[in-house]
């Protein structure tokens, strides 16, 4: 977080009023929101603010931006609730709080090619997975000569939930990129990618394991599976794997312990965890 004295936000509780500047309904429950903040977000890809109303209250969203991309950020808020049913009511020009940024995030000097070689970056997301995971595909292709091979695996439920597929047709354009779309039903829809789930083409990857840096975020039944695929197929190192915790965040400053994990906090301590880091911890990915 900036914490510089003259910083709007260097008080991280008190939120900084933004103007919505898009509000774009996704699916049925998911809507992009953009908002102009009164300064530059200044994140890591992975971390989260949180966002609300005065009277109302607030709820800890995904950053799903860039980093290049000034006072304007990013989010896709899903309607779940009451705070949540309330921010689907805002409309352009109307304002909205953000606190933040909070927790890890990625740090894109350790996926970055290096004198040592060019890496391999897998990640997969699942469902809402993509919304966290976007603030940290956008730079990697904004700047993709700096980095190695990208495989991403993108799961949906069904293809009306399916989340960015026009940015998605534009990442694959991105040199040594590969990115495999499923849903694991059809429903009827009209889809022209795979059907199956996010743990069917692991095994085809072709990857450096040793020099291979996965990414994982999505339902917490997904990690499981996702992880065991993995083990049984490649011996890539568990401090080469990151897990994205979106998990059950309230304050966003591990004051209220509604994230807490035994003695860590997803809210301070991740929500971007090396699979090194939960070795003891196996609560955290059930």
Same mark, same amino acid.
Request: net charge negative.
């Given at each position: 977080?900036?914490?510089? %004295?003259?910083?709007?936000?260097?008080?991280?509780?008190?939120?900084?009023?933004?103007?919505?500047? $898009?509000?774009?309904?996704?699916?049925?429950?998911?809507?992009?929101?953009?908002?102009?903040? %009164?300064?530059? +977000?200044?994140?890591?890809?992975?971390? @989260?603010?949180?966002? =609300? $109303? *005065?009277? /109302?209250?607030?709820?800890?969203?995904?950053?799903?931006?860039? $980093?290049?991309?000034?006072?304007?950020?990013?989010?896709?808020?899903?309607?779940?609730?009451?705070?949540?049913?309330?921010?689907?009511?805002?409309?352009?020009?109307?304002?909205?709080?953000?606190?933040? *940024?909070? #927790?890890?995030?990625?740090?894109?000097? &350790?996926?970055?090619?290096?004198?040592?070689?060019?890496? &391999?970056?897998? /990640?997969?997301?699942? #469902?809402?997975?993509?919304?966290?995971?976007?603030?940290?595909? !956008? %730079? !990697?292709?904004?700047?993709?000569?700096?980095?190695?091979?990208?495989?991403?695996?993108?799961?949906?439920?069904?293809?009306?939930?399916?989340?960015?597929?026009?940015?998605?047709?534009?990442?694959?354009?991105?040199?040594?990129?590969? /990115?495999?779309?499923?849903? &694991?039903?059809?429903?009827?829809?009209?889809?022209?990618?795979?059907? =199956?789930?996010?743990?069917? *083409?692991?095994?085809?990857?072709?990857?450096?394991?040793?020099?291979?840096?996965?990414?994982?975020?999505?339902?917490?039944?997904?990690?499981?599976?996702? +992880?065991?695929?993995?083990?049984?197929? @490649?011996?890539? *190192?568990?401090?080469?794997?990151?897990?994205?915790?979106?998990?059950?965040?309230?304050? #966003?400053?591990?004051?209220? =312990?509604?994230?807490?994990?035994?003695?860590?906090?997803?809210?301070?301590? =991740?929500?971007?965890?090396?699979?090194?880091? $939960?070795?003891? +911890? %196996?609560?955290?990915?059930?």
């Amino acid at each position: 977080m900036n914490n510089t %004295p003259d910083s709007v936000n260097s008080n991280p509780y008190i939120p900084m009023m933004a103007e919505i500047q $898009l509000v774009e309904p996704l699916t049925e429950r998911e809507t992009l929101f953009r908002v102009l903040l %009164p300064e530059p +977000l200044n994140h890591r890809p992975g971390q @989260f603010v949180m966002a =609300g $109303l *005065p009277g /109302i209250g607030e709820c800890a969203i995904s950053i799903s931006s860039g $980093l290049e991309s000034g006072p304007i950020l990013e989010m896709v808020i899903r309607k779940a609730g009451n705070v949540t049913g309330v921010l689907h009511q805002l409309k352009k020009s109307d304002m909205m709080g953000i606190r933040g *940024p909070f #927790g890890s995030g990625f740090d894109l000097n &350790d996926f970055r090619n290096n004198k040592e070689g060019n890496k &391999d970056i897998v /990640i997969i997301a699942g #469902g809402l997975g993509l919304v966290p995971l976007r603030s940290l595909i !956008i %730079p !990697i292709m904004a700047h993709k000569s700096d980095y190695g091979r990208v495989h991403l695996i993108i799961g949906s439920r069904t293809p009306k939930e399916a989340l960015f597929r026009q940015q998605i047709r534009e990442w694959k354009q991105q040199p040594d990129c590969t /990115i495999t779309e499923l849903v &694991d039903d059809t429903d009827f829809q009209v889809w022209d990618g795979e059907v =199956g789930l996010v743990t069917e *083409p692991i095994h085809k990857l072709a990857i450096d394991e040793k020099n291979t840096l996965l990414v994982l975020c999505g339902p917490p039944v997904m990690y499981k599976f996702v +992880l065991m695929e993995i083990k049984m197929n @490649f011996n890539i *190192p568990d401090e080469h794997i990151y897990v994205d915790l979106e998990r059950r965040m309230r304050c #966003g400053l591990g004051k209220c =312990g509604h994230c807490q994990i035994n003695h860590v906090y997803c809210c301070k301590d =991740g929500p971007v965890f090396r699979y090194s880091q $939960l070795a003891d +911890l %196996p609560e955290a990915l059930t």
